[in-house]
T-cell receptor, first 111, second 115 residues
């Protein structure tokens, strides 16, 4: 599993776009980049997954540059309810496997 | 939308007692997992289960832990003789088949408190 590095915490304000960057210099050819979200006292929840370029869904966008050594999770127009821990995961997603969570990025949205 | 459910939401037990945590995974999923999260710490993998047997387990998952899928719907985690350090949130998760994204669906968790 590729090691990932992401900020420990971030603050932002309601209505702002939030970008959380994750570094994964040792990403392998078969690895995908996946982001999970965890609200306080709840289980983690899958947000988005991608391999290259850009992926967008109803919750977020994921930007991956050509070298794939980093990725950016973009949350448009955040609200207070987006306050959570966000985990960047990198691994071979061609088979189901355990998830190794890091400490994630604790995002705090202010009014 | 289908979801993973867990019972009980909160379990309080005395040290040395046995506890069973219950989970109902999403019905057509094939892979099942238990994770735990000690207060303020990372989510840690305990065990994965596929085809009625353990496929992988972590160092945390010692002889005091066991898992079982007693019927077609439930997936249980048993701790035989609880210790104070077993106090944590325990999350069950399930995921689909080999041809889908490796998205794991997590339950709401059981908060285990060992006194």
């Amino acid at each position: 599993l590729a090691k990932t590095t992401q900020p420990i915490s971030m603050d932002s304000y309601e209505g702002q776009e939030v970008n959380i960057t994750c570094s994964h210099n040792n990403i392998a050819t078969n690895d995908y980049i996946t982001w999970y979200q965890q609200f306080p006292s709840q289980g983690p929840r899958f947000i988005i997954q991608g391999y290259k370029t850009k992926v967008t869904n109803e919750v977020a966008s994921l930007f991956i540059p050509a070298d794939r050594k980093s990725s950016t999770l973009s949350l448009p127009r955040v609200s207070l309810s987006d306050t959570a821990v966000y985990y960047c995961l990198v691994g071979d997603m061609n088979r189901d496997d355990k998830i190794i969570f890091g400490k994630g990025t604790r995002l705090h949205i202010l009014p | 939308e289908p979801e993973v459910t867990q019972t009980p939401s909160h379990q309080v037990t005395q040290m040395g007692q046995e506890v069973i945590l219950r989970c109902v995974p999403i019905s057509n999923h094939l892979y099942f997992y238990w994770y735990r999260q000690i207060l303020g710490q990372k989510v840690e993998f305990l065990v994965s289960f596929y085809n009625n047997e353990i496929s992988e387990k972590s160092e945390i998952f010692d002889d005091q832990f066991s898992v079982e899928r007693p019927d077609g719907s439930n997936f249980t985690l048993k701790i035989r003789s609880t210790k104070l350090e077993d106090s944590a949130m325990y999350f069950c998760a399930s995921s689909g088949d080999l041809y889908s994204y490796n998205e794991q669906f997590f339950g709401p968790g059981t908060r285990l408190t060992v006194l």
